[in-house]
Structure formats: C-alpha cells, structure tokens
C-alpha cells in the first residue's frame, strides 16, 4: 500500500497543483442491472442526462466491426454464414474468444501499442536497425500469449534482467533511441528512455521538464534527470543470433559477394572506359594550374601535402554516373544504368550474421554521476542528482539494477497512473476515444475523464484480473455499449445529439475510419492475396523500393513479399530518404519518430484518390474479380463479392444497380470489384 500512501500525501501536498490522476485507486461500486458493469456504469450516465442509447447492431455490422477491431481483418464469408446460423445465447461470446485467441489479433493490437512505443524501421542512424523489427515480433507474441501487462512492461524496460529466454527482444524498446554504441549510445537510450516511459505508462509529459520546471504539473527538472539516472548505467549490446555454421560460412559468402561486385564494376567500367580520359582530363580545366600538377602525377610520387590536396578537391575531379551519361550514346546510356542498378541492389545487402542489440550495464558508464543539464544542453552540467523518479516514495531503495525499484513501484496494483492509462489506452482502441481523450496526458493539461467511476473501476478490476489484457478485452467488446448500433431513429438521434453531441457516453457506436493498416490489409484480403503469416522482416512498400535512392545506411535485410500485413510495411524517418510510405502518411499513420498516442482521422481528398486510382487498388480489383467469377454467374458474383467487401448480402437495390452494370458481362467484374473496394462503408468500422 505504499504507493496509495504516498501519491495521497503528494495529491495533498501538491494541493490543488496535483493532477486528478495521482488520487489514490479506489474500486467503485457498479450500479445495479445489467451483466456487464460497464454497461451500469453507462446506463447510469444516461438516465442522469436524460439520454436514450440506440439499440443493438444487426448481427452482420457486430461480427464485422468485432473481426476488424480484434484482428484488423474482415470475417470471411464462411465465418459470417457460421455466425448467422447460430443461434445460441453464446454465440458472439464464441466469436469473441475465437478472435481473441486468432494470431492475428497480436498483429492488430501490436500496432496499436508500437505507436504508444514509437517503432520505426528506421531513424536517421538507428544503431540496431538491421534487428529492431525482432522486437516488434517479440510484441506480437506477447500479445497472442497474453503476457500480463505488467510483465509486459517489466520486459519493455528491463528485458535484460528477465528469466524468460526471449524478453531481451523486448529491449529494442530502448535500444530503438541509440545511434551509437558505447556511451554515447547510453546517453541517447536513457534521456529516449525518460520521455517515452512516462508518456506511454504513465501519460506524464515528463519532457517538458528537461529544460526547466514543469509548467503545469509537479514535476521538477530534478525529476526528470532523477529519472534519466534510472537508465544512465545502460549501453547497447549487440547480441550475434547466428548459428556456428552460419558463422563459419560468412567470410566465404562475403568473398563472393565482393567477387560478384568487381565482375559487375568491371562490365561498367568496360562501356565508360573510351570516355574516361576525356572526361578526366575537362574535371582538370576546372582546377587551379598547380592543382592540376598534382593529379598529372602518379600517386606513388606525390608528397604528403600534395596527397592531401587531391584529396580535398576529389569531389571535383571524380567521375559519377551523371557526368557519363552526358557523353554516352542512347543504347550505352541504357546499358550501362541496367548494370548499375543490379550493383546498387547488391551492395544493399551485404553479407552479415544476424544480430540483435539489446542492453547492458556497461564499464563504459560504471562511474557516470547525474547531474541536471542546464536548459537541457548535455554540455551545461549543473546539480548531481540521484537515481529517482516523480512521485517517488521517500524509502524507496535502489539495490542492484536501478531499474528494478522503478519498476516494482511502476506495475503495483495500487498504483493509480499504471493501471489507468492501460485500461484508457485499450478503451480507446475499441471506441476511438478514451475515457480520457488525451490517453498520454492525465496532468492538469489534459483532458478530465468523461466517467471517472468507469474508469478507476476498469482500473481496479484490470489488476484484480491479473493486468490480462485478454480479459479486459473480452470485457469491453462483450458489453452493450459496444454492440450497439452506430446510428438511432432520428428523433432519438436528434435529441441525444442536442445533449452529448461528441457521444462521449457512448450513446450509439462511434463509427470511424479504419487505420492505414486496416485498409489496406482489407484490400487485399478482398483479393485473396493477402500473407498473413507472421513474424520476420519488414518490406519496403513500393514508392519507396522503386522510387527512392537509398543510402549506404540502408543496405537491405528487407523482405521481398509486399503482400503482407501492413504492420510489416517499412516505415520511419531517415535524412538521407523518405522511408515513410505515401500511402501510411495519407491514411494518417505515424512514421514512429517520437510516440503516438492517438492517431488523426482525417478525411481528405487524397485518400480518396488513392484508392480511386493507385495500382494497389487497381491490382486488387482485378484478383478480386478472379475470385467472383469463380462464384459461377453475375448474380452469385454480385453476392458474393458484398459478403466479401463488406461482410453482408447487397440490398435489393444494391443487386439491380450491380447486375444492371455487368450486364451479364463477366469482364464487367473488375470494374464492379473496383466499386466495392472504393465505397465508403469499405473503409470504416461499422
């Protein structure tokens, strides 16, 4: 109980400065009526402000809405004739355990947290990017094991120290920041470190307080640096994954590989060899007299202070690609630009052993002392500061790893800020809105909850359950406030609008957009082409594979499979390209530079471009077709291919406009495949 002790004493301490969320966890009591206490909790919202909810969905709209929020994924036609056919009172309990336990539902969910964690495949010199996407595999398996949340958090930050043989993947949370080894990279993963675990478990923006004092909250520049000197010990370790053979093999391999290089150069070098002197000899014009001198010269002959001067004007004197295309022939233009691009693609995936960094205490930082960087300048060092933490109990001990006394106070049941920003954070994923709209800001900043009885019961009963996020899952789609429709009969509709017109007690259900991934995951599932097989590397979407020059920094360890899950699809920001696909940033996806607590969703005139007129669209439309005229007839194809698309029969209406178009034409199908992928209803959760 210490942690209730002393956030009451700091919530009176701190007076009215202290946030609502540092008021010590107490279980509520539901209100009676009703199987599921969050429906009584609700019920009792809307009799107090005078609201009618709507009714429940029709069968067809839950089992889609429930499939695409649990896997991110629509039922398949064979799914929703099961679903339909059952009439048992469990019947949608089944589905949901059913979706629950799918393998996909790690790939959905994992999502959602690597936003809160900031993962990207690459950030300008990440030092483990050749094996960060291991620790998004290790996410996705923790979710489909259900590994209790506070496990789960334990592992995020001190994988190392774990018993389970697989949790120092779970360090990628913190290495994903360096971008060197040694010390400096310490340095990168600890101030990384402060911001993101206060921001993703305990929704404080203990940032802010880097450079001075909190300007709303009570949190002290001490605190943060306190904080910082919990990771300052850390140093990023690489971890070699490979077998004895695959070690044995390597200098073999990476022979040919510089063999296959010189065979490739030596081609190029044939067709640009007639050109060579002449170019060379117009880069000397451009150069002083006696500059010039200096290159005339064999280099064996050539002084220290002459080596030095060719040296520093080679950027002048060197002959790329561009300058031989100016004098080249059309046929050897092309010729010559073939070959260079089978280099390029080869000198991208150099021979390596696979690898994995994670952390250790490091020699390197044994004796580092803290101190407050003034104004957040790492070369100002003011006060020396000890390992802590805001809100900090008095006699809290840091024996052994500092980590670990951080950790025993952050996943203590009793602990306020832990359990709610989780429940927050997974009711927001299914509604769209948290309890508290701004799920990594519960300080005087952010937003107050909507329900705050709901919520610190959810809170309460999430540690009672062990912090299953399986249960607490299972809890929320279960309820009535989940299974209702997202529309009301007008009059209704109208007047609760008059009253709660953000539906912020969950009246109806909120109907929304579906995420980047979503989308389009869904369009190829409607194709029939999508692999949803799990784990491994990302893949480059195509814009970037086909359009962008990538850096020596990026030499490949991609994927070759472009029709996976799209939480596969590479992303991240780097200076030297644009890792992050066109099409994740016009459905609003973020490229996991910094934490994203809650996404936008738009509604823009791109978006729907895209899907009017990209290839992948396009693509889709035409395997997609191939599907429905193996149905055996426009009338079946029609049918089918709604139950497909939008997991529900057509209308009457919807047949005649469908079978009027095709006309009995099965060419016509891609067009009409085309049609569905492009309806709005296509792109939203019901």
């Not at 952390?359 to 002392?369: D, L, N, S, Y």
């Amino acid at each position: 109980m210490r942690s209730i002790g002393f956030l009451l004493c700091a919530s009176l301490a701190f007076g009215e400065t202290a946030p609502w969320s540092l008021r010590p966890l107490q279980r509520p009591e539901p209100p009676t009526g009703g199987r599921n206490p969050i429906d009584a909790f609700l019920a009792r919202t809307h009799r107090d402000k005078g609201l009618a909810p709507s009714g429940p969905a029709d069968k067809a709209t839950l089992l889609r809405r429930v499939t695409l929020d649990l896997t991110g994924l629509p039922p398949t036609p064979a799914e929703l004739d099961a679903f339909l056919a059952d009439s048992s009172s469990d019947a949608y309990a089944k589905v949901v355990d059913r979706l629950l336990r799918d393998p996909q539902h790690g790939v959905r969910y994992a999502r959602h947290w690597l936003d809160v964690l900031a993962y990207s495949d690459v950030d300008n010199g990440m030092l483990g990017e050749r094996g960060i996407y291991l620790w998004r595999d290790w996410v996705i398996h923790a979710i489909n094991r259900d590994r209790p949340y506070d496990q789960f958090v334990r592992a995020l930050i001190a994988g190392d120290l774990s018993a389970q043989p697989d949790d120092f993947f779970a360090t990628g949370f913190l290495t994903r920041s360096a971008r060197a080894q040694g010390a400096g990279g310490g340095e990168q993963m600890a101030t990384a470190a402060v911001e993101i675990v206060s921001s993703a478990f305990l929704a404080m923006t203990t940032g802010c307080a880097k450079c001075h004092d909190h300007m709303y909250d009570p949190i002290k520049q001490r605190d943060y640096y306190s904080m910082k000197a919990l990771f300052d010990p850390l140093v990023p370790d690489k971890r070699v994954l490979a077998t004895a053979a695959q070690i044995m093999e390597l200098p073999a391999i990476t022979a040919k590989w510089q063999a296959d290089q010189a065979a490739i150069q030596a081609r190029m070098d044939a067709i640009t060899k007639p050109y060579y002197k002449r170019l060379f000899e117009d880069r000397l014009t451009h150069l002083p007299p006696d500059v010039a001198a200096i290159y005339r010269k064999p280099e064996a002959g050539r002084t220290a202070a002459e080596q030095k001067i060719a040296k520093d004007y080679e950027p002048v004197v060197s002959l790329d690609p561009r300058k031989y295309r100016d004098v080249m022939t059309p046929e050897e233009t092309a010729r010559y630009e073939a070959i260079r691009k089978g280099l390029t693609e080869l000198r991208r995936d150099p021979p390596t052993l696979p690898a994995f960094w994670t952390v250790r205490a490091g020699t390197e930082r044994a004796g580092f002392k803290g101190h407050i960087y003034v104004a957040g300048d790492a070369t100002k060092k003011g006060d020396e500061v000890q390992p802590g933490f805001p809100f900090a109990p008095k006699d809290v001990a840091f024996k052994g790893d500092r980590r670990e006394a951080f950790l025993n106070w952050l996943t203590a049941p009793e602990n306020p800020l832990f359990a709610r920003v989780a429940v927050n954070r997974l009711w927001q994923w299914h509604f769209g809105e948290g309890i508290v709209a701004t799920p990594s800001d519960f300080g005087n900043a952010g937003d107050k909850p909507s329900d705050p009885a709901l919520l610190d019961w959810l809170a309460t009963e999430f540690a009672s359950r062990k912090f299953s996020m399986r249960e607490m899952n299972r809890l929320i789609v279960t309820s009535q406030a989940y299974q209702r429709a997202s529309a009301a009969p007008a009059e209704i509709a109208k007047a609760n609008l008059e009253i709660d017109p953000k539906n912020r007690t969950l009246w109806r259900f909120p109907l929304r957009r579906l995420e980047a991934e979503a989308i389009r995951d869904s369009v190829l599932f409607a194709a029939g082409t999508l692999d949803t097989s799990a784990g491994g590397r990302s893949f480059r979407a195509e814009d970037i594979q086909e359009r962008r020059v990538m850096s020596e920094t990026h030499k490949g360890d991609y994927d070759q499979r472009s029709n996976r899950r799209a939480i596969y699809m590479g992303r991240g920001p780097d200076a030297s390209m644009n890792m992050m696909p066109a099409y994740l940033a016009t459905f609003d996806a973020e490229d996991g530079h910094v934490t994203c607590a809650r996404r936008q969703r738009t509604i823009t005139a791109p978006q729907v471009l895209f899907l009017l007129n990209n290839e992948l669209t396009n693509e889709a439309s035409k395997k997609f077709a191939q599907r429905l005229e193996a149905a055996g007839d426009v009338r079946a194809a029609v049918e089918q291919g709604y139950r497909i698309a939008l997991s529900r029969p057509p209308s009457s209406t919807e047949r005649d406009h469908a079978l009027s178009y095709l006309a009995a034409d099965p060419a016509r199908l891609p067009g009409f495949a085309w049609m569905l992928l492009n309806l709005s209803e296509f792109v939203f959760l019901p």
